[in-house]
Every structure is written in C-alpha cells, then in structure tokens.
C-alpha cells in the first residue's frame, strides 16, 4: 500500500465505578464538537464533590485548545460549559486543556495551556468575556 492511511481520532473519558467488588464502565464521555486530533481526555479533572468533571483538549497542530466540563444529573452525564481558549489566534496551537484543576470549592478552574506565546508576563487577570458557554 502506496498511500499513508490517516485515523480520524478524537478521544473519550471512561467513567469507572466498583459494583460488588468489580471496576464497571458505567458512562463514556465524547466531545460535543469533536475535531480531528483533538486529544480530547489528556487533560482530566474531577471536583472534589464528584458533581463535575473538567476534560482538555489541547488539540493538534494549527489548532488551540479546549475545555468540555460535564456535569451528572439522574446519574447521566452531560455537558453543561465549553470553554475556549482566550487566545486571540484560533491557530495559536497554546494546547490550552493541557492540565485542569478545580479548586475545593469547585467554583472555579485552573487551565493549563504551555504553549501560549502571547506578550503577557506576570500575573494576570482576564476579564469574563470569554470564560465560557453553557452549550449543553
């Protein structure tokens, strides 16, 4: 075979629980906006309350990242915020999703995005315009 075969991969979350002393898969987690090499799942976090859980994509090359946070309700799991990243070039390739973190309050989360370039240094505070969307 002369021609290189290209996979379509956009990733998952596996939601594990023990029942009777055996580790069942109870729900698997999929991107609602799935993208081509996207590495949905590197970056996984869940709040300390188990309501929440936060997944990064930090997406491939040309691409900046995201993050999906699903929520369980009725135990279903769904997604209830898409964040995007708040990098003014959408071929910015910052890998924002990389690494997640809620706070033990749950209220608020650290995203991790190592390959952001812009000219900012210190500490800096963002406004709320783009924190995210309830797009469930």
Do not use: C, M
């Not at 949905?40 to 709040?47: D, M």
């Not at 999906?68 to 071929?91: H, K, M, R, T």
């Amino acid at each position: 075979d002369r021609f290189h075969t290209f996979t379509y991969t956009e990733g998952a979350v596996f939601v594990y629980e023990k029942l009777d002393g055996e580790w069942s898969v109870t729900s698997k987690l999929k991107s609602n906006s799935p993208r081509i090499d996207e590495a949905f799942g590197t970056g996984l976090n869940i709040s300390d309350d188990g309501q929440l859980i936060a997944v990064g994509s930090p997406g491939g090359e040309g691409s900046t990242g995201k993050v999906e946070v699903f929520a369980i309700n009725d135990g279903l799991w769904s997604q209830s915020y898409l964040l995007n990243s708040p990098s003014p070039s959408p071929y910015s390739e910052d890998r924002f999703g990389y690494s997640l973190s809620f706070n033990h309050g749950g209220d608020e989360l650290f995203v991790g995005a190592p390959g952001e370039k812009s000219d900012l240094v210190g500490i800096t505070k963002l406004s709320s315009q783009n924190v995210g969307s309830n797009d469930s």
